[in-house]
């Protein structure tokens, strides 16, 4: 197995990873209500160190309280957050795995604001409510702009001190960088709007600024979706296409960034991104944490609730996803992407089967995968395939049942067809919770004081 290109190491420009397997950006609200992280999350991360993950990918981690995307998620808006990151890099690091964070701020994509942001309308580029749920905002002004940019250059340098291995920009699926980046979303009329060079100058902006705060030899990667598909609602307009992305892609190459990591949609959830089923029976009993959220939020809620309505949600939802594979989803957008940088690009999108991957590596597709489901299903994924399975034995399903808990409980796997019993399920969910002596983690290093 040692000669296979899933286990050979993948280089970027000053960072490399000893294998094509990234854990995709996923977490659960196991964090504190002022943004620092707990052992929880700890152990949440290491299960996929262990698991034999070449790199992690973090959640999405606001650099400021009120671009929260979920309460309870860790930030890293504060200058003594670092020696948290730091007890959490240490402890990853043990398993020989980097630790890339993910900055990000929601915009006016935020589910559950908490009570920090409860009463705050959230910023973006537009005053348009968000299309799903019906989240309202406001346009930033330029001023705001300017603290923005400057924000995601404060927490890269967090990051840098915190000795994690590089930073992604989640310039994808319909946060704060999307509202900017997306013309079925942006309308602005000044320098940020208009042509695609003026959508994406937020984004460009934030590159510089991070550059000019750590400099050219920290990893920095941005997450871009390849096509918006904004069009869920039906009568939104479809914005970015593939080309679009292209361009931004290759800017955000010649502005410094080392790697794409490649999704897809304009919104999250969206149809095709985390591509699989959609669990009327899980969001019946978990999007009543959102209702306050958003001024659609309700009607969706009745939508899920009543089997009578539900039909017309799902002719909505699957609609788009017509005609497209599951594993793969976004693989052809990732190979146009690819031939037109130098950088490495990593897919994100149905990534389970070892032989496939091993196909889009040597075909030229991707460089690596981000991996989210199929590894919250089996945490030693990538064990497994060293050990010569193509497919684990119980794989991931893609019924979402994960994704559509997350709002309102612990992060895991909710597929009962993979548990003996629904409490082997429950049992397993536990797992990560700090008192619990059962992942026998190695004891993590003491954190430098701030
Ligand atoms: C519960 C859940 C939480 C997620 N959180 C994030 C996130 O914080 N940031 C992000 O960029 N993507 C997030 N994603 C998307 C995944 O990282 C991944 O790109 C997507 O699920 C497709 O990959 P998969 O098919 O391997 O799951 C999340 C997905 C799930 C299911
Ligand atoms: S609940 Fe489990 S089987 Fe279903 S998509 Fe999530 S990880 Fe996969």
Redesign the pocket.
Known sequence: MNQDVIFTPLRFRNLTVKNRIFR????GRFDNEDGSLTQTRINWECKFAAGGVGAIIS??VPVLMEGRIIADYATIHRDDFIPLWERLGAAVHRFDCKYIL?LSHSGRQMDFPGVHNSHRPALSSTSRKETLHGFLCRAASKAEIDHLVQAFAAGAWRVREAGLDGVEL?A??GYLFTQFLSSGINDRTDEYGGSLQNRARFLIEVIRAIRARVGREFHLQV?LSAVDRNNVIPWEKKGNVLSDTIEIAKWCESEGADAIHV?TGSLFPHPL???GDFSFETIATTYDAMIASGVDAFRNFLLFRYRLLRPIFRWVWFRMKKGLPIEGVSMEEARAIKANVTVPVLN????QTASFIRNGITSGAFDGV?????LVANNDLVQQWAMGRDLPERPCTYCNK??LN?AKNP?GCYELVRFPSRDAMIEELMTIYATRPTLNLPPVVAAKAA
Request: net charge positive; glycine share 8%.
């Open positions: 995709s950006n996923i977490s959640s999405y993910q989640h994808a699926n997450k999704s991104n985390p591509p994100t999108g149905g990534y981000a991996i989210a489901r199929s994960c994704l997350a992060v």
